[in-house]
């Protein structure tokens, strides 16, 4: 099993910062890629960002400009970092961490965390 931890949600003034955190740990054997998306409530879970074991990254156009994805090059972490700012009040939402890649048997995972919320006042 591969189990994903995220950390780093929080309340924010609107044009505030916030870095959230997520690690995968278990039984992986490699981690192709790590995405956050985000719930708001009454509304559909989207896609914030994305990026490869490369380091390739996609961003949704809400974010561009004011969101960073990076991740941990050492690959025991596996571990991804979203720098968050400018934020603005329709950012808040649950953020929730995902992961793709193939575990210590050779079989595709694809693992969600248990989100995080952020919240942005006005």
């Known amino acids: 099993q591969v189990q994903l931890v995220e950390s780093g949600g929080g309340s924010v003034q609107s044009g505030g910062s916030l870095r959230l955190s997520c690690a995968a740990s278990?039984?992986?054997?490699?981690?192709?890629?790590m995405a956050w998306h985000r719930q708001a409530p009454g509304k559909q879970r989207e896609l914030v960002a994305s990026i490869t074991r490369s380091g390739s990254t996609n961003y949704a156009d809400f974010v561009k400009g004011r969101f960073t994805l990076s991740r941990d090059r050492d690959d025991a972490e596996n571990a991804m970092f979203l720098q968050m700012s400018n934020l603005k009040p329709e950012d808040t939402a649950v953020f929730y961490c995902?992961?793709?890649?193939?575990?210590?048997?050779?079989?595709?995972?694809?693992?969600w965390g248990q989100g995080t919320q952020v919240t942005v006042s006005s």
């Open positions: 278990g039984s992986i054997f490699t981690v192709n890629t």
């Open positions: 995902n992961a793709a890649g193939i575990d210590k048997k050779w079989r595709p995972f694809d693992s």
